[in-house]
């Protein structure tokens, strides 16, 4: 069993961890640092704090085939007592890097009208968070608009801009590089710019 530690301060860090994560969710577009731990495996130090700050054994995690080898499995269920799926379609969490197919994308839970909240958080493991194509963000958290250009998978820029579910239903990412952490909730309009 290769087990690697997870954060220095389990408290302290998973409590610090939350507080940047909601301010990523509640300031659209906006870079928050995370911080600084070992990865599992070809897990990134900001990936690794998010899932240790929000997976644990009621929450579903997906992880795509790219990245899921048996360290990240084992530290994850250590960690976080978290249930791994190989289901797309019954998870609260998913976890990607780089790449990623629009079937299984559509494939992830999107809430329903009586609980959008049952919807799939996309956390998608980036080269970068700058050098993509630029995308204008509008809606809750941001006063004006605030433009980002982080390197996504083709199908999820095409899915943030055009949006296949009606609001209050769809998806909600959040792009990872280092340890740094850009989120954005589906209440976020993004346009291509």
């Known amino acids: 069993?290769?087990?690697?530690?997870s954060f220095q301060s389990p408290v302290a860090d998973a409590q610090y961890s939350f507080r940047r994560?909601?301010?990523?969710?509640?300031?659209?577009?906006?870079?928050?640092?995370?911080?600084t731990m070992p990865g599992f495996g070809v897990l990134g130090s900001a990936s690794a704090c998010v899932l240790l700050t929000l997976i644990d054994q009621d929450t579903p995690l997906w992880i795509g085939p790219q990245i899921n080898?048996?360290?990240l499995r084992q530290n994850l269920r250590f960690h976080t007592g978290a249930v791994l799926t190989d289901d797309p379609r019954s998870v609260s969490f998913a976890l990607v890097e780089g790449s990623l197919d629009s079937a299984t994308l559509l494939a992830f839970p999107c809430g329903d009208e009586m609980s959008p909240e049952l919807a799939t958080t996309v956390i998608v493991q980036l080269e970068s968070l700058d050098g993509g194509q630029p995308l204008r963000l509008r809606g809750p958290g941001i006063e004006q608009e605030h433009i980002v250009?982080?390197?996504?998978?083709?199908c999820v820029?095409?899915?943030l801009v055009n949006r296949p579910h009606r609001f209050p239903l769809g998806l909600d990412f959040m792009f990872t590089?280092?340890?740094?952490?850009?989120?954005?909730?589906?209440?976020?309009?993004?346009?291509?710019?």
């Open 1 to 5: 069993m290769s087990l690697v530690a």
């Open 21 to 35: 994560i909601l301010k990523a969710l509640s300031e659209p577009g906006s870079i928050v640092t995370l911080p």
């Open 69 to 71: 080898d048996e360290v």
């Open 149 to 154: 250009s982080p390197l996504l998978p083709e």
């Open 157 to 159: 820029s095409h899915y």
């Open 177 to 193: 590089c280092g340890e740094q952490l850009l989120a954005l909730p589906r209440t976020t309009r993004v346009e291509a710019s």
